[in-house]
């Protein structure tokens, strides 16, 4: 009995070891082993790198992308300014249009006292009757600024600007009578008027673009100093521009027409672009 349950015993050691060598051999797996060794080892990596995969769409990493571009637009967010912000700004000063602070200074009320745009909102202060804002308009503190000095004799006092810009338009006879001065990033200054802009105009250090237009008929009789880093582009008409003109930083262009900068222009600029008249710091 005990012999032939040894012998048994044999049998089934010798089967199990031949069928594992039929299996290393490359003989068909028994199908149950198949499914659940293989099989499941096959989904797991195949569900694994799947989920990787899944990874990848979770390279909707790319929508983490996109809530950092989201938490870039909120940090530029937090530097919008809204229309709640303008009306808080401006109350008792001018009114909003959408997050601009618009200073009218006209006929009803003429602005005799300096016109002083309110801080971090972007601001536009018309002077549109004649003689209106004879004190002058501050808007250094500005999120950026426009003054239009659309009467004659408008903006008589200093006009001084900051901010990411400001455009100053001295449209009518003799207005800007005083200094025009720009510490914007990008500063426009713009004297269409028959002998408007008679003070000095300048853009600063802090500016990276300054543009300087001299178009009226005898404008800009001062001097015309830019100190922009990147780029300055000044225009006079003819009878206009008769003090020098100065500018540097990496690029300036001045164009002088029939006659105008009799006192020549020093150009300290890396690229210098002078026309109509003499470069005297050559």
Avoid: W, Y
């Avoid at 601001?123 to 500005?142: E, N, P």
């Avoid at 239009?148 to 001084?160: D, E, L, R, T």
């Avoid at 300054?210 to 008409?237: F, H, R």
Wanted: charged share 15%; glycine share 14%.
């Amino acid at each position: 009995m005990r012999e032939g349950l040894k012998a048994g015993r044999v049998l089934a050691l010798v089967s199990a070891v031949a069928g594992a060598a039929a299996f290393a051999c490359g003989s068909p797996a028994p199908q149950d082993l198949f499914d659940a060794g293989s099989g499941g080892s096959s989904t797991m990596p195949g569900g694994g790198s799947k989920a990787t995969g899944g990874g990848k769409a979770t390279g909707g990493s790319k929508a983490a992308g996109g809530s950092s571009a989201q938490g870039g637009s909120s940090t530029g967010g937090a530097s919008i300014v809204t229309s709640a912000d303008c009306t808080k700004a401006c109350d008792g000063v001018g009114k909003c249009m959408g997050n601009v602070c618009i200073i009218s200074c006209d006929a009803s009320h003429p602005c005799t006292d300096l016109v002083k745009c309110p801080a971090g909102v972007p601001c536009q202060v018309q002077c549109t009757v004649d003689g209106s804002c004879s004190s002058g308009v501050d808007c250094q503190d500005a999120a950026s600024c426009t003054v239009q000095c659309g009467g004659a004799n408008s903006c008589a006092g200093n006009v001084q600007c900051s901010g990411s810009s400001c455009e100053v338009r001295c449209e009518k006879q003799g207005a800007c009578m005083s200094e025009v001065r720009c510490t914007a990033e990008h500063c426009e200054l713009r004297c269409t008027g028959a002998n408007s802009c008679p003070g000095k105009l300048s853009c600063s250090s802090q500016t990276s673009s300054c543009l300087v237009q001299c178009t009226g008929q005898q404008a800009c009789q001062n001097q015309i100093q830019s100190d922009a880093t990147e780029k300055t582009e000044v225009s006079c008409a003819a009878s206009t521009c008769p003090n020098q003109i100065g500018c540097g930083g990496a690029s300036c262009a001045v164009s002088c027409n029939n006659g105008a900068c009799p006192n020549g222009v020093c150009c300290k600029a890396a690229d210098c672009q002078v026309t109509g008249a003499d470069n005297t710091c050559e």
